[in-house]
């Protein structure tokens, strides 16, 4: 079965073409950060309209990549939450188009599951569930358990900024452009872990949750004094930033770990799938690594699969569709939120 899969819940317009659920025939994705950057983060109206100018060409790359024309095409995936609505709305009104002209179904995906299946992407066959499923983006923090493809039980997620957006913050503060979190990577390479002694949050009465807002306003009275505010001028020296960098990536990446791990024990999970953006990072993977016990497996997405991609929709929609065998009704309508 070929599937074409179409993802636009954000700043990246994404189509690719995968077989069968795992075997990626193209996968192009045509990022706005340009369009982003002067802003320091996402700006929803500009992101659906640029959604509108590049989907059909992206559309039509993504079937030309993968040597195929539009009569190839068994079922079309799209993400139908969560996201920007607007945004993705331009992707759920295509694929519902496309759907009646092609005369094949489709169906709408959950865009947060399909970060978690980008890791199950490279593997022979599905794992034996249960397993564990960490989502690690922009707009996203979640730790599941998975029973079952489709099938999930929240056991952690953030009370406040997601970590990717913790990281184009604190980004931000240290004069960094967005995207942050690259940019805190590469500044912390220079700098010491130890220096200043962030914290990221403890949520009492949920203690495998996450909360990021205060150690953010940690870096915000570090650079420029307590009680200081954004726009307040730094104190500190140009010198010590890579160590701001390192100090809060390091407490940061900790407590994810601590908290993966612990959820791991808790509900006897011995496979981790990791998924989104901020599962680039390189310094995250050698500390996970290092800090697991031998039993645990660690699984990350291939390149190219970590980011928002439509590889990850084609693939999770292959299984939707095995398993509901009709298409989604063309009433299907595109969720900002959705519980996994
Ligand atoms: O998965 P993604 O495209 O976003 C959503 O679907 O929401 O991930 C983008 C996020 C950005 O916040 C970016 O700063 C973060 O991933 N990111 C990183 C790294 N590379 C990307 N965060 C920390 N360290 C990295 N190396
Ligand atoms: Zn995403």
């Known amino acids: 079965m070929i ?3 179409i993802e636009t819940t954000c700043d990246e317009t994404a189509c690719s073409v995968v077989r069968s659920g795992r075997e ?4 192009v994705i045509s990022s706005q950060i340009g369009l982003h950057k002067a802003y320091g983060g996402v700006y929803p109206e500009l992101a659906s309209r640029s959604h509108v100018d590049t989907l059909i060409p992206i559309i039509d790359l993504s079937l030309k990549e993968a040597c195929i024309t539009k009569d190839d095409v068994d079922l079309i995936a799209v993400s139908r939450a969560p ?8 992707g759920l009104n295509a694929a519902k188009a496309l759907s009646m002209s092609w005369e094949i179904p489709f169906v709408g995906v959950n865009h947060v599951e399909a970060h978690i299946y980008a890791a199950m992407m ?3 066959k599905l794992p034996t569930f249960p397993a564990l499923g960490v989502v690690l983006s922009g707009g996203h923090t979640f730790i599941v358990k998975i029973h079952d493809l489709g099938k999930y039980t929240l056991l952690s997620t953030t009370v406040d900024d997601a970590i990717g957006e913790a990281f184009d913050k604190v980004a931000s503060l240290l004069d960094l452009p967005y995207p942050g979190g ?3 990577e590469a500044l912390a390479e220079k700098g010491s872990i130890s220096k200043f002694p962030f914290k990221s949050g403890y949520v009492k009465e949920h203690p495998l949750y996450f909360s990021f807002s205060g150690i ?8 420029k004094g307590p009680n200081s505010t954004r726009n307040s001028p730094n104190l500190i020296l140009e010198e010590d930033k890579p160590h701001i960098a390192a100090s809060f990536q390091h407490a940061v990446f900790m407590d994810v770990i601590t908290k993966t791990l612990q959820a791991a024990e808790l509900h006897g999970c011995n496979e981790v799938f990791l ?3 901020v599962t680039q990072s390189r310094t995250l993977r050698q500390l996970f690594a290092e800090k697991s016990p031998s039993h645990i497996k660690l699984h990350y997405p291939q390149a190219g699969l970590s980011l928002d991609n439509g590889a990850m929709i084609a693939g999770l929609g292959y ?4 398993e509901k065998k009709v298409s989604d009704s063309l009433d299907l309508e595109a969720l900002p939120r959705l519980p996994l």
Do not use: D, M, R
Not at 24 to 27: E, F, G, M, P, W
């Open 319 to 322: 299984h939707v569709f095995q």
């Open 3 to 5: 599937v074409l899969g």
């Open 122 to 124: 490279g593997l022979e």
């Open 182 to 184: 690259p940019e805190i």
């Open 216 to 223: 953010k306003t940690n870096v915000l009275y570090a650079l």
């Open 275 to 277: 998924g989104g953006g």
């Open 83 to 90: 996201g920007l609505i607007g945004s993705i709305a331009i």
């Open 24 to 27: 990626i025939l193209s996968n």
